[in-house]
């Protein structure tokens, strides 16, 4: 078997400089060495490999075939020292950002906005999906950080609060309910009612409040989000009973909103991932949330 061969970067480097400079002399000015140590490393190249690299014309060094095919494959070496020596290149920090479109339009976009604004050397990449997309996502590298209001119990998953509600109705303006503080479950007995879509658990929290109660509203129309929800109220339609964020935010112009008296809360979270650590770009956009979140009758922080 062959014994391995050594490889050694200062005779590279003099082979390199001598045919570039065509003479010791150039070659040692330019590596910032002697003459006889480039005269000593292209001998001992030579030795090693067993070819001869430079021959002797009129006071110059030739190379040799052998000598160019070498230099040629040292190109890719060399290239590689330069970029290791080079000015490090600015890299642009990704967060891979999902949540609902509840939380997504409007106010994650908005947030989003500003945060890059203040800092135009991140990217960020929204993934607007459900609730239960979002913690695959996360489950599956996929996504740096979601934002949901979902408490979903899963392995590798992190839930972080980030924001409480109480419940509340959202109505038109003018509606004989807007003159209540607080509006009772049985205030809603007979009432045009705007509900949640049967596949939400809130849907089956709310009739477990109106049965108690013995309070029986008219569903006339059914909604999967809280805006949609609030935007058929908005039409005269009737009244609805949702998570006031971040939907209050920006319907308190056209919308009346009333606190609803019953145990139905809920939460918001931040979701990581508990197998890793949060890329500092995630932890730095909560807390640009954190900060910039508006405040609400309705909701507060945690």
């Given at each position: 078997m062959a014994g391995r061969?050594?490889?050694?970067?200062?005779?590279?480097?003099?082979?390199?400089?001598?045919?570039?400079?065509?003479?010791?002399?150039?070659?040692?000015?330019?590596?910032?060495?002697?003459?006889?140590?480039?005269?000593?490393s292209i001998s001992s190249l030579e030795a090693r490999l067993g070819r001869i690299l430079f021959e002797r014309d009129g006071g110059r060094l030739r190379p040799t075939f052998e000598a160019t095919q070498l230099n040629r494959r040292l190109d890719?070496?060399?290239?590689?020292?330069?970029?290791?020596?080079?000015?490090?290149?600015?890299?642009?920090?990704?967060?891979?950002?999902?949540?609902?479109?509840?939380?997504?339009h409007r106010f994650l976009v908005g947030h989003v906005a500003t945060f890059l604004q203040a800092n135009p050397h991140f990217f960020v990449s929204l993934e607007v999906t459900s609730s239960e997309d979002v913690i695959r996502r996360i489950q599956d590298d996929r996504s740096?950080?979601?934002?949901?209001?979902?408490?979903?119990?899963?392995?590798?998953?992190?839930?972080?609060?980030?924001?409480?509600?109480e419940a509340a109705c959202a109505m038109p303006?003018?509606?004989?309910?807007?003159?209540?503080?607080?509006?009772?479950?049985?205030?809603?007995h007979d009432q045009p009612l705007i509900a949640l879509s049967r596949r939400h658990s809130r849907r089956a929290q709310l009739e477990k409040v109106?049965?108690?109660s013995r309070s029986i509203p008219r569903i006339v129309a059914e909604a999967s989000t809280s805006f949609a929800a609030v935007d058929l109220a908005q039409t005269g339609l009737g009244v609805t009973v949702i998570n006031p964020f971040p939907v209050a935010q920006y319907r308190a112009g056209d919308v009346?909103?009333?606190?609803?008296?019953?145990?139905?809360e809920y939460r918001t979270y931040f979701v990581t991932s508990d197998h890793k650590p949060t890329p500092a770009i995630a932890r730095a956009f909560i807390r640009h949330l954190r900060l910039h979140t508006t405040r609400t009758p309705f909701t507060e922080p945690t």
């Open positions: 061969t050594w490889h050694s970067l200062p005779e590279y480097e003099a082979l390199r400089a001598l045919m570039e400079s065509g003479t010791t002399s150039k070659a040692a000015l330019r590596l910032g060495l002697s003459q006889s140590a480039i005269s000593r890719p070496l060399f290239e590689a020292l330069d970029r290791i020596d080079g000015p490090i290149e600015p890299t642009q920090e990704t967060l891979r950002l999902t949540a609902p479109p509840t939380y997504a740096d950080l979601g934002v949901s209001g979902i408490d979903l119990t899963r392995e590798g998953i992190k839930l972080t609060p980030y924001r409480h509600s303006k003018g509606h004989p309910l807007t003159q209540l503080e607080t509006i009772e479950p049985k205030d809603l109106l049965t108690t009346e909103f009333r606190r609803f008296a019953s145990p139905i």
